[in-house]
């Protein structure tokens, strides 16, 4: 994966060019390296929403690859599989407002992985000073956790709490009739007596 390329800003004359393209490398190497480890799948994508780069858990989660994923737009991705109305307000509407989110849930069918269930982390990597943010360019981090097999685990688990409070029920209601016939019974008794 190459490294990105820089903003076309001017940098200051006291840092020179060669030292700031090895600055951005050993940075884009660090980030590179960071998302690599991750086991969730990981886009890093520009400021245009382009992919940078994406991780091995990404490549083997969503079955593509680098050619058919580097220097996309994320909607186009996967014949437009991305172009997700809910992940377009995440990154277009509520990223720019608070550089970052957390555990978004996206359902959506995929067509080469099917129904999926997604919780999605974004931060844009932005820098405060003026300097820096002329250097290096925005870059956002999406991560993808997949919560498929829980969220049908925990439905699976509503409907037998469903079954077992339906059961309970009725045999609470059964109870209490045997208790009704049974205090019939024994008034019945003792008015015989």
Same mark, same amino acid.
């Given at each position: 994966?190459?490294?990105?390329?820089? #903003?076309?800003? *001017?940098?200051?004359?006291?840092?020179?060019?060669?030292?700031?393209?090895?600055?951005?490398?050993?940075?884009?190497?660090?980030?590179?390296?960071?998302?690599?480890?991750?086991?969730?799948?990981?886009?890093?994508?520009?400021? #245009?929403?382009?992919?940078?780069?994406?991780?091995?858990?990404?490549?083997?989660?969503?079955?593509?690859?680098?050619?058919?994923?580097?220097?996309?737009?994320?909607?186009?991705? @996967? #014949?437009? *599989?991305? /172009?997700?109305?809910?992940?377009?307000?995440?990154?277009?509407?509520?990223?720019?407002? #608070?550089?970052?989110?957390? @555990?978004?849930?996206?359902?959506?069918?995929?067509?080469?992985?099917?129904?999926?269930?997604?919780?999605? /982390? @974004? =931060? *844009?990597?932005?820098?405060?000073?003026?300097?820096?943010?002329?250097?290096?360019?925005?870059?956002?981090?999406?991560?993808?956790?997949?919560?498929?097999?829980?969220?049908?685990?925990?439905?699976?688990?509503?409907?037998?709490?469903?079954?077992?409070?339906?059961?309970?029920? @009725?045999?609470?209601?059964?109870?209490?009739? *045997?208790?009704?016939?049974?205090?019939?019974?024994? =008034?019945?008794?003792?008015?015989?007596?």
């Amino acid at each position: 994966m190459d490294t990105p390329t820089k #903003n076309s800003g *001017q940098p200051p004359s006291i840092i020179g060019t060669a030292t700031l393209e090895q600055l951005w490398s050993e940075s884009w190497t660090y980030i590179k390296s960071v998302v690599d480890i991750a086991r969730e799948p990981i886009l890093i994508l520009d400021k #245009n929403l382009s992919v940078l780069a994406a991780n091995e858990a990404f490549y083997r989660t969503f079955q593509t690859e680098p050619k058919d994923t580097e220097a996309k737009n994320v909607y186009e991705l @996967g #014949n437009g *599989q991305w /172009n997700i109305p809910a992940l377009k307000k995440l990154l277009e509407e509520i990223l720019p407002k #608070n550089t970052f989110f957390k @555990g978004f849930e996206v359902e959506h069918t995929f067509p080469a992985i099917g129904y999926k269930v997604m919780l999605l /982390n @974004g =931060r *844009q990597i932005h820098f405060t000073e003026k300097t820096a943010r002329e250097i290096f360019p925005t870059t956002i981090l999406l991560a993808m956790e997949d919560i498929t097999e829980l969220m049908l685990v925990a439905d699976k688990l509503t409907g037998h709490t469903s079954d077992l409070e339906s059961k309970l029920i @009725g045999h609470t209601k059964n109870l209490e009739q *045997q208790i009704k016939d049974l205090e019939t019974q024994v =008034r019945n008794i003792k008015t015989s007596a």
